[in-house]
């Protein structure tokens, strides 16, 4: 459904009908650098310790432009874009408590596990995003079964 109010003018005549596909790359992006940041704290743990242990700026980079992306897709898409920004806050949200978990393992100099909580979130964005954006591929299946 289409909205009728343009918020951003040229912006939703440019952005508006590819937000979605811009939102999916960007979460495909945003778990390829939660993979890359993964595996530097685990050397950075092993070589530094604690205080070498930081946080990669493109997923950072990537949750900014999620969040800004999830808002602005609130205004073009109302339901979708608020299911997709609660969910891509709740990964931000859990992103901040993973990297202090990891902070804590390297003190107590314990094995760097896997960000469980935020690879779970990220993968629930993903659904979501590949949801609103490839759904076209199967809507003839799925309304005929539904």
């Known amino acids: 459904m289409q909205s009728s109010v343009s918020l951003f003018g040229p912006v939703d005549t440019i952005l508006g009908p590819y937000i979605e596909y811009v939102l ?16 530097s704290h685990v050397k950075q743990a ?4 604690v205080d070498a ?19 602005y897709f609130l205004t073009v898409e109302y339901h ?11 990964m931000v949200i859990t992103d901040v408590f ?5 902070l804590v393992e390297a003190r ?4 760097i596990e896997r960000p469980k909580g ?3 979130a990220s993968v629930l964005v993903l659904l979501y995003a590949a949801y609103t954006s490839l759904f ?3 809507a003839d299946y799925w309304g005929a079964v539904i």
Not at 80 to 90: D, K
């Open 24 to 39: 999916l790359v960007l979460v495909l992006v945003n778990m390829v650098a939660r993979a890359a940041e993964y595996r």
């Open 46 to 49: 092993r070589d530094g310790g």
């Open 53 to 71: 242990i930081g946080r990669n700026p493109v997923r950072v980079a990537t949750n900014f432009l999620l969040l800004v992306g999830g808002f």
């Open 80 to 90: 979708a874009g608020f299911v997709f920004s609660v969910l891509v806050v709740g």
């Open 98 to 102: 993973e990297f202090e978990s990891r």
């Open 108 to 111: 107590r100099d314990i094995g």
């Open 118 to 120: 935020s690879i779970a």
């Open 136 to 138: 076209f591929l199967i």
